[in-house]
């Protein structure tokens, strides 16, 4: 878990708070969400918080939970009004009751858990009946990607080593190099 919360610690506080600096994915997730009205919602992987509410407003939450692996990043998430727990996912529960949420987000995490299947039970236990699950993670059969398989080098996103840029088609080429269990659309 050291090593996890180290690398996570790298993506504490950039998120933007501005909705014009997101990413087109961010986007389209807020606008999903400005369709709905919950009361309660829990955003995985909170980082700083900064979507979390992004996310709250959205959707006119009363509250907003978060977890984060990062003792930095739940802090800054607490900061921002965010009710987070800070935890590893891929090895402890949930803090939570059944059927507590009505919606759930995990962005960008679930390629860097060793049990997924936790995670997503953890998910389900939480999530009120009818809840609403959004889900986001790379996409190893990208077009890109096949090419570089193709021709013997590693996917852009899955990296081999924690310390040196090893079998990238580029070089300085970034990997991540927790990136666990690759996706694929179906």
């Not at 990296?159 to 690759?182: E, N, T, W």
């Amino acid at each position: 878990m050291k090593a996890k919360k180290k690398y996570a610690e790298k993506f504490v506080g950039i998120t933007p708070k501005d909705y014009e600096e997101l990413e087109d994915r961010h986007k389209k997730v807020l606008d999903i969400f400005s369709r709905y009205k919950f009361e309660r919602i829990l955003d995985v992987g909170c980082g700083d918080g900064n979507f979390s509410i992004l996310l709250k407003e959205a959707c006119k939450a009363k509250e907003v939970y978060g977890i984060e692996i990062s003792e930095k990043g739940a802090e800054m998430a607490r900061k921002n009004g965010v009710k987070c727990y800070q935890l590893d996912v891929d090895e402890e529960d949930f803090p939570f009751e059944d059927n507590y949420f009505d919606a759930v987000t995990a962005f960008e995490i679930i390629e860097h858990l060793f049990d997924p299947d936790h995670f997503l039970e953890e998910v389900y236990r939480v999530l009120k009946p009818k809840g609403v699950f959004v889900m986001s993670t790379m996409n190893l059969a990208s077009l890109y990607d096949r090419f570089f398989i193709l021709f013997g080098f590693q996917p852009s996103l899955i990296g081999v080593s924690l310390i040196h840029p090893v079998g990238h088609m580029f070089k300085g080429m970034k990997a991540a190099p927790d990136h666990i269990r690759p996706f694929v659309f179906r």
